[in-house]
């Protein structure tokens, strides 16, 4: 904590920039947060408060992507919310062609533990040179580069079982000793992007599955909606999204089908429209075009 003071306006300014960034809705709450987050670096810019770190960020890109960095950093680690990947397991990867490729997304991977999860169970079922491809992408590139790295420390290991991290990571040894680096074949399949999902996507291709998990909680319904849309247009017919077990899509009037709490899936065919056939409503509209005036 710094002995720096944001003033409720300054703190104001901050919460609409960031909104209108990466999307991300900071609650009034979140003041004590945001000064811990961003104080450091006033500090270290040598600025006399706030107000002229707000100034520099709309000044220079480079510096809205340090404070971005800073502020949307999100806990993970490895095998989170375990029962996603068995349901990936026993479900869509059993069920899946044989000999097909399998595309996943995971649209905030942060630091890359939700990847290399993911490649691991697909390794397992499918094998380290089965036809299967991850995406990670995350807004920040601090977090992004600790994921293309692959090397966490072993503290890091929580929710790794020791069969996974035997099977499929290097412990470090001499200056490397304490850390651990996933292994060359598994992150051979793997990629990463930064990605904001605030904004229309890059050209990304389509994904049998994706991973948008534990981070829809920090945007309003209009940016889920948003995000949301535009994640559906990624996936394959047949495809399904995977969100937080405390997230939902309710209210959010999808193309998705629920499978069970937390897994989405979008129809193989689309959904039958609901609109009146065509000579029922030019007969509504006639009638409507005829009603006597008053």
Request: with cysteine; glycine share 6%; hydrophobic share 40%.
């Amino acid at each position: 904590m710094t002995n720096l003071q944001i003033t409720p306006q300054e703190f104001a300014r901050f919460q609409r920039l960031i909104h209108d960034i990466a999307g991300v809705s900071l609650a009034d709450s979140k003041m004590i947060l945001l000064v811990s987050r961003l104080g450091k670096r006033v500090l270290g810019l040598q600025l006399d408060g706030f107000g002229s770190y707000y100034d520099l960020v709309c000044a220079d890109d480079g510096e809205c992507q340090v404070m971005i960095d800073l502020i949307t950093t999100h806990e993970t680690y490895f095998f989170r919310e375990q029962t996603h990947f068995d349901y990936l397991r026993d479900t869509v990867i059993a069920q899946h062609p044989a000999g097909e490729p399998l595309s996943v997304w995971s649209a905030a991977a942060s630091t890359g533990e939700e990847v290399y999860t993911l490649a691991m169970v697909l390794a397992d079922c499918l094998g380290l040179n089965g036809t299967w491809r991850i995406l990670g992408s995350d807004i920040s590139t601090q977090s992004l580069a600790t994921a293309r790295r692959g090397q966490y420390w072993l503290e890091r290991t929580r929710g790794l079982p020791p069969a996974m991290l035997h099977k499929y990571c290097l412990k470090g040894v001499r200056r490397q000793a304490g850390s651990f680096i996933v292994a060359a074949d598994l992150r051979r399949n793997t990629r990463f992007q930064q990605i904001n999902l605030n904004v229309p996507l890059p050209d990304i291709g389509r994904f049998h599955v994706v991973f948008l998990r534990n981070v829809m909680i920090y945007f309003d319904e209009d940016t889920k909606r948003e995000v949301v849309r535009r994640i559906i247009e990624t996936l394959h017919p047949g495809g399904y999204l995977f969100v937080g077990h405390s997230e939902s899509l309710s209210g959010l009037d999808t193309q998705l089908e629920t499978v069970r709490p937390s897994i989405y899936r979008l129809p193989t065919s689309p959904r039958p429209s609901h609109r009146p056939p065509a000579a029922t409503q030019a007969l509504s509209d006639f009638a409507l075009s005829t009603e006597m005036p008053d």
